[in-house]
């Protein structure tokens, strides 16, 4: 198992998709659970723009299962081939070559075609609706992926990395920290970081 983390205005027992896009909304790296190797950046993304009245920001320190060369799509590195044969089988039609070359294509290629998209590869691989982004997690947690992977900083590809859980059931919570952060940038305010009680509600 791995160590990660995920920052949040709100306190909950369990993660559930229906709260997925009360974020910032947008499913940009794909549809399910977002989270962080930085606890610095779990803490910044405690802070919610669509919600800034919300003063509470939490860092839920988690488990979960680890990372191996065939359970997740990297957004910027080449399909691994037995991703790449398990989704052709499910549906049933060969992936273009272009599609495979990085995560980030594939899954918007796979997506787009799901939800029933034509086009040129370019056009499929260029960008996918919600409708698209969620068709895909679910057929790819249903061939025995476990995330999707992007670095963290993209001048850093082989650094810390963010990744999207695609089952929820895979995750568990092992703390959760309330946090101060600055008010300008929205930043973690070092020694600030108090445990919260598991059974406390």
Not at 68 to 82: F, G, K
Not at 108 to 127: E, M
Not at 159 to 164: A, D, F, S
Not at 185 to 195: M, P, S
């Amino acid at each position: 198992m791995e160590i990660f983390y995920h920052g949040t205005t709100a306190l909950f027992k369990k993660f559930d998709t229906a709260h997925a896009l009360e974020g910032d909304g947008k499913a940009k790296f794909g549809f399910g659970t977002y989270v962080t190797e930085s606890y610095r950046s779990a803490a910044h993304y405690a802070f919610n723009k669509k919600r800034p009245e919300r003063k509470d920001y939490y860092v839920y320190t988690l488990e979960i299962p680890d990372l191996t060369c065939d359970n997740h799509l990297h957004s910027l590195r080449p399909v691994h081939p037995s991703i790449v044969e398990r989704t052709e089988q499910s549906l049933g039609e060969q992936i273009p070559d272009e599609a495979r070359a990085v995560g980030k294509l594939f899954r918007k290629y796979v997506g787009n075609r799901l939800t029933g998209k034509t086009g040129t590869v370019k056009k499929l691989t260029g960008s996918a609706d919600l409708e698209a982004e969620k068709a895909a997690a679910k057929f790819f947690s249903e061939i025995g992926l476990e995330y999707f992977v992007w670095p963290q900083a993209q001048t850093k590809p082989d650094g810390l990395t963010n990744r999207v859980v695609l089952n929820n059931d895979k995750i568990r919570i092992t703390s959760i920290e309330k946090v101060e952060l600055d008010s300008e940038k929205h930043q973690l305010i070092e020694g600030t970081a108090v445990e919260v009680a598991l059974d406390s509600f």
